[in-house]
């Protein structure tokens, strides 16, 4: 296909305080073997305050690199919407400020968005090499019934799997999708609500692609972890469940609300003693015995950030 013929591409990147990290992903982006002239790479400094911003002002960069300065922090989904409203691409790829990427990263999401009936693709995401394979790493890159890897090549994908790390979609779709909603507050929400109206609108255009791999330069600690899903049950789950009811399978709240079975077991294994004990018992047990423990102690910390949630506790 001749360089005028491919599509334009934009790639949307977030960034705060992305320090060594984010430099490599910039490097990385700068090795991508799209055609420049038909490739737009905007970087969204969100309010670092470490030296993301000068460093970004000293680094000359090629001339289809855009940087936007949000004078202050706000947010995760404000900051993918400053990229949303510069993108002109006929394909849109969001990549989370922390990855590197391989040079053919662009290709690979044009090719897979461009079979018919796809309006938007989940990459696969792995570990950087030099990372320690702690079980909690092996847990999120390896283990086979987790994330979208989980669904195969070309298979329809549920939306709750269509996150912004490494997620492609058509201007179609951004189109009839819109802005992400501002409204949550840390950690997780806005992707899946995003998916979710993308998923209402275009049923069965989700896919997934081992080939458009993104590099996840982070070594992930357990206690960061469930703290972020507590983060999440706490302030944006119960915002999510309000709204829209239907989400709560797909979001596997069934354990922590209603009147289901699922509840009852969730009462009787996410609790305060289970949480204290398993923790404890996660720390010696080996791979991949620890992967059923790891999920059930992610469940937990949901369930705990849940019933704290203001949103609960003033329901009738």
């Known amino acids: 296909m001749a360089d005028q013929e491919r599509p334009g591409v934009s790639i949307i990147v977030p960034v705060y305080n992305g320090g060594k990290l984010f430099r490599r992903t910039v490097a990385s ?4 073997t ?32 855009e940087i936007i300065t949000h004078q202050t922090n706000r947010g995760r989904a404000a900051t993918r919407n400053s990229g949303l409203i510069t993108a002109g691409g006929d394909f849109i790829i969001f990549l989370d400020g922390d990855m590197r990427v391989k040079p053919d990263f662009a290709e690979q999401h044009v090719k897979a968005l461009s079979q018919p009936g796809i309006e938007a693709v989940a990459g696969r995401m792995i570990p950087a090499p030099e990372l320690k394979r702690t079980r909690l790493q092996r847990y ?9 890897r989980q669904f195969g090549e070309n298979k ?40 979710y109206k993308l998923w209402k609108i275009f049923p069965g255009g989700i896919r997934y692609s081992a080939a458009a791999v993104a590099i996840d330069q982070h070594q992930y600690e357990l206690e960061a972890w469930l ?33 289901s079975v699922k509840r009852l077991l969730g009462d009787l294994l996410l609790n305060k003693i289970f949480f204290s004990v398993g923790k404890l018992k996660y720390r010696i047990m080996p ?26 506790k003033t329901k009738p």
């Not at 982006?29 to 991508?32: A, F, K, M, P, T």
């Not at 899903?229 to 354990?255: E, I, S, V």
């Not at 937990?300 to 704290?308: D, S």
């Open 156 to 195: 329809h994908l549920p939306y709750q799997y269509l996150i912004t790390g490494n997620m492609s979609i058509t201007r179609k779709a951004a189109d009839a999708v819109g802005l992400f909603d501002e409204g949550f507050r840390g950690y997780g929400g806005e992707d899946i609500l995003y998916a």
């Open 287 to 312: 791979y991949p015995f620890s992967n059923w423990l790891l999920r059930l102690l992610l469940l937990g910390a949901l369930r705990k950030g849940y019933k704290q949630s203001d949103i609960i």
């Open 227 to 259: 703290e972020k899903y507590y983060h999440y049950g706490k302030f944006n789950l119960p915002r999510l469940l309000d709204d829209y009811p239907d989400m709560t399978p797909a979001l596997r709240a069934d354990f922590i609300m209603g009147k």
């Open 140 to 148: 999120l890159f390896e283990y086979p019934r987790r994330g979208a």
């Open 34 to 65: 799209y055609p420049p002239g038909q490739l737009q790479i905007i970087l969204i400094n969100d309010g670092s305050t470490d030296q993301t911003g000068s460093w970004l002002q000293a680094r000359r960069l090629p001339a289809h690199f």
């Open 29 to 32: 982006l700068e090795r991508l």
